[in-house]
């Protein structure tokens, strides 16, 4: 097997995504046969090195899970937490492989969540190139005006760079109206500095598809496995979203 950067090979092994694997070597927590490593250029080979991660041998793992799971309010989208807060882990009771979450949902965001050991198909959903759509429900503090609106779906300047274009379509209106959002990026905080920049607050977000994964009927801190053709097609959405982008 040849030599594979780091991150990569912890992502493949279901360690955790490449981002958060290049911040788990950063922390000196990622050894190659006894030596830390921290330098993110570094390469191994997992069938010829000994490779751990908190003193834990890594392995490849025996077969790839893909999980859907509604992440409920107040929990934390990582593997572990500092601050002791609850975390999507904690939710996947009788998962016996190793999986990460795809991606993030903030703190007090709902909805669906992709976890994984797949490595390149969670590369490919979260990259930035690939432009994959995902669509929210959001319940925000009044309604967008129909200029507001438009101006919402052509991009707004958030941090001094202008969004995606994004769909927007009011589904419930009310004093504090429902909105159903489709974004084809995935900044930081996207869609609550999107409203706040019109003068509107997020009161509730909750994610209810990823590409061609529907959240469904899960109640919040669910979960199912993705069916073999669920993943085809998610494959399929990611590759063809990544052509429509160039």
């Known amino acids: 097997m040849a030599e594979e950067r780091l991150q990569k090979i912890l992502s493949q092994a279901g360690i955790a995504s490449r981002r ?16 830390a490593v921290t330098e993110l250029g570094s390469k191994a080979d997992l069938e010829r090195d000994h490779i751990k991660v908190d003193g834990k041998l ?7 899970i893909h999980i859907a799971l509604n ?34 949902l903030d703190y007090h965001s709902e909805g669906l969540l ?3 050991n797949d490595g390149d198909l969670a590369n490919a959903v979260t990259s930035a190139a690939s432009h994959l759509p995902k669509s929210y429900l959001v319940k925000v503090n009044g309604p967008l005006t129909s200029e507001q ?28 109206p429902w909105y159903e959002v489709r974004l084809f990026e995935g900044r930081n905080n ?10 509107r607050l997020v009161e509730k977000l909750k994610r209810i598809r990823i590409g061609p994964i ?12 993705l069916t073999e053709e669920e993943v085809h097609k998610l494959r399929r959405a990611v590759q063809r979203a990544a052509r429509e982008a160039v």
């Open 58 to 64: 890594v392995h490849a793992p025996k077969r790839l």
């Open 149 to 176: 609106e438009q101006r919402f779906r052509e991009g707004l300047p958030i941090s001094g760079r202008r969004t995606l274009p994004a769909g927007l379509k009011l589904v419930h209106a009310a004093e504090n």
């Open 190 to 199: 996207q869609i609550r500095l999107m409203f706040k920049h019109l003068g």
């Open 114 to 116: 992709l976890m994984t």
């Open 20 to 35: 958060q694997a290049e911040r788990i070597m950063l922390e000196g927590r990622v050894t190659v046969n006894g030596t």
């Open 71 to 104: 992440k409920p309010d107040s929990t934390v989208t990582t593997v572990r937490d500092p601050q002791n807060r609850a975390t999507v882990m904690e939710l996947l009771r009788g998962v016996k492989e190793r999986v990460y979450p795809v991606g993030r």
């Open 214 to 225: 529907d959240l469904g009927p899960l109640k919040p801190g669910q979960f199912r496995y």
